[in-house]
């Protein structure tokens, strides 16, 4: 994939609005591309949710690129509610 590996993220989201709140987790892997662009791949799951997001549940999969302190991500997955 690129010049070799560069570390690991785990990150955690809280995304709140009026109907409640989804809490989402993601663990990467990080790759230091020629030129300084870095790029991340992993996973992503949905760990919680309140109010009308109680019982949302998803995972799928994410990849991420920082180009000169920009980054711009692409999750892709599913999600449903039990």
């Not at 690129?2 to 409640?20: E, Y």
């Not at 994410?62 to 039990?82: I, L, M, N």
């Amino acid at each position: 994939m690129g010049a070799g590996g560069f570390g690991q993220v785990h990150l955690v989201r809280v995304m709140t609005g009026s109907k409640g709140t989804i809490t989402l987790v993601e663990d990467d892997s990080l790759t230091l591309e020629p030129g300084g662009t870095i790029v991340g791949t992993g996973q992503w799951a949905v760990i919680a949710g309140t109010g009308a997001y109680a019982e949302l549940h998803g995972q799928g999969t994410a990849v991420g690129v920082v180009v000169k302190g920009v980054v711009t991500e692409t999750d892709t997955g599913s999600v449903h509610f039990d």
